[in-house]
């Protein structure tokens, strides 16, 4: 079945230790987004990619950086992770950028800092 | 302003009656997309169903309907037979024509009581 994968689905990371999350999907999607979901909230966009092109969010912090390698994988690096930074992390993807177009979303990373 | 208002933050339910989960917009776009997702405690969104802006017809997607009253800038979520595994933060969401953000509302948490 076509799908948003992420690896791993749990992470455990030491205050200011470089982490990746991964996230791959077969559905052949343009567009890759990174989401934060902290607890009991709605989740937030960090930044897209649309193809290639990387759109960053005003006000995602400059510790969280994407790389996307191709049309498949879209990687989150979190330079420097902060208590702060705890959190669901949810990829998605979507067709391209209409109004209609719907997103579909991995099963999450919970990352935790210690 | 808030864009998409969700004012109940959790809700019981009998098993097996129908729910109706609030959800209030705000666009002056006239292009937009409206989807409500499910979010278990898992952490998975997945995605229930979609209205467009332009449709004539309330959307259905089995268990699911959208009450979509177009006038009044609503999109409630119907669940018809809820069942335990119901039980579930739900997201309603929109997405512009003039932007590629899917801004989320705060949330409804169901709870199906057996």
């Known amino acids: 079945d076509a799908m948003v994968i992420q690896n791993p689905r749990y992470q455990v990371t030491q205050f200011g230790k470089p982490v990746t999350l991964s996230c791959s999907q077969t559905?052949?999607?343009?567009?890759m987004y990174w989401y934060q979901q902290k607890s009991s909230q709605a989740p937030k966009l960090l930044f897209h990619y649309y193809d290639k092109d990387f759109n960053n969010e005003a006000d995602t912090p400059d510790n969280f950086q994407s790389r996307r390698p191709n049309t498949s994988f879209c990687f989150l690096d979190i330079r420097s992770p902060g208590l702060g930074d705890a959190a669901m992390y949810l990829c998605?993807?979507?067709?391209?950028?209409?109004?209609?177009?719907?997103?579909?979303f991995g099963p999450g990373t919970r990352l935790l800092v210690l | 302003a808030q864009k998409i208002t969700q004012t109940q933050p959790g809700m019981f339910v009998q098993e097996k009656e129908a729910v109706t989960l609030d959800c209030t917009y705000d666009t002056s776009d006239p292009s937009y997309g409206l989807f409500w997702y499910k979010q278990p405690s898992s952490g998975e969104m997945i995605f229930l169903i979609y209205q467009g802006s332009y449709d004539q017809q309330n959307a259905t997607e089995g268990r699911y309907s959208l009450n979509f009253q177009k006038a009044r800038k609503s999109a409630n979520l119907v669940i018809s037979a809820s069942q335990l595994g119901d039980s579930a933060m739900y997201f309603c969401a929109m997405r512009e024509k003039a932007g590629n953000m899917l801004t989320f509302g705060g949330g409804t948490r169901l709870m199906v009581k057996p």
């Open positions: 559905l052949n999607h343009n567009v």
């Open positions: 998605a993807t979507s067709p391209s950028q209409g109004a209609q177009e719907t997103q579909y």
